[in-house]
């Protein structure tokens, strides 16, 4: 058993999107917190939440791994990136990998560093990442397997290690499975460290559409102004409700997030498509 101040204690999170902070901010406005943004290697953002892996008005019981299971799928779904969740409690610790509509893949140990995970979520979390299908998952595979000298942050440090490879690069001073509030503090010291702050549904669909105005063809609506656009916000929308339904019927507000996000993607490329007709 690894030292008792080495162990995860109260719940963390960050979220690392494969993509530039600018082409973020627009989704993460989206999102029902207030969060940190900053680089985090060539191609890589990270966000971290202001308040904690919980979100306001929601069942704080909610366990961390499920809201951030909907973070990441709200960040992910739609976008043309992958967005890699970490997480960690007094009990457990883990990641959560969300790319487009796949069903989300994730992996667990407990606070000793025992695996409680399937070999197999290591091996598609390689692939849909595109890691080196011989070296990188040959580095993954010792992840999975018992060791009395690596507790969950050492798990952690290890997948970061790998993540590594493809360009993910965490700030100094930023160390995943200590204490939350540090985590925020040593963002908070940064100069190239964005606030994003919730401002409510429309205020948030209305700064995305400004976003793609600026620019024209915005990184969530890579497609805008064609029909492959008006199909996937159609798709958005229909998957966004009844998700939503059903996260608060759930009381989890993680997956309440993602159906509001999805909702609220679909109505900012129909109202793109609508208020910018082609030329």
Do not use: K
Request: one cysteine or more; glycine letters at 12%.
């Amino acid at each position: 058993m690894p030292p008792e101040d080495h162990a995860p204690a109260s719940p963390g999170a960050l979220l690392l999107c494969r993509a530039e902070p600018g082409a973020v901010v627009p989704v993460a406005r989206l999102l029902r917190e207030n969060v940190l943004l900053s680089p985090a290697g060539e191609g890589w953002s990270l966000l971290v939440p202001e308040s904690g892996p919980h979100l306001s008005g929601t069942d704080s019981a909610d366990p961390v791994d499920r809201v951030l299971t909907g973070w990441a799928t709200a960040l992910a779904v739609g976008a043309p990136w992958p967005v890699v969740a970490l997480w960690w409690d007094a009990d457990r610790a883990g990641y959560t990998l969300a790319s487009g509509f796949r069903r989300p893949v994730g992996y667990v140990w407990l606070t000793d560093g025992t695996p409680a995970g399937e070999d197999e979520a290591m091996r598609t979390f390689a692939a849909r990442l595109g890691l080196d299908p011989v070296q990188d998952v040959d580095s993954l595979g010792p992840l999975t397997e018992p060791d009395p000298e690596a507790d969950a942050r050492a798990r952690l440090r290890g997948l970061l290690a790998v993540l590594a490879r493809v360009g993910v690069a965490l700030p100094a001073g930023l160390e995943p499975g200590g204490p939350a509030d540090r985590l925020r503090e040593a963002l908070r010291e940064r100069h190239d460290v964005q606030r994003i702050e919730w401002s409510g549904s429309w205020e948030a669909v209305r700064t995305g559409l400004s976003a793609v105005d600026a620019s024209r063809v915005g990184p969530c609506l890579p497609w805008s102004g064609d029909p492959r656009a008006r199909a996937l916000a159609l798709a958005q929308i229909a998957a966004g409700l009844p998700l939503t339904l059903w996260g608060l019927r759930r009381h989890s507000g993680g997956w309440t997030t993602a159906g509001a996000l999805l909702l609220a993607q679909g109505a900012l490329t129909l109202g793109y498509d609508l208020t910018h007709p082609p030329d």
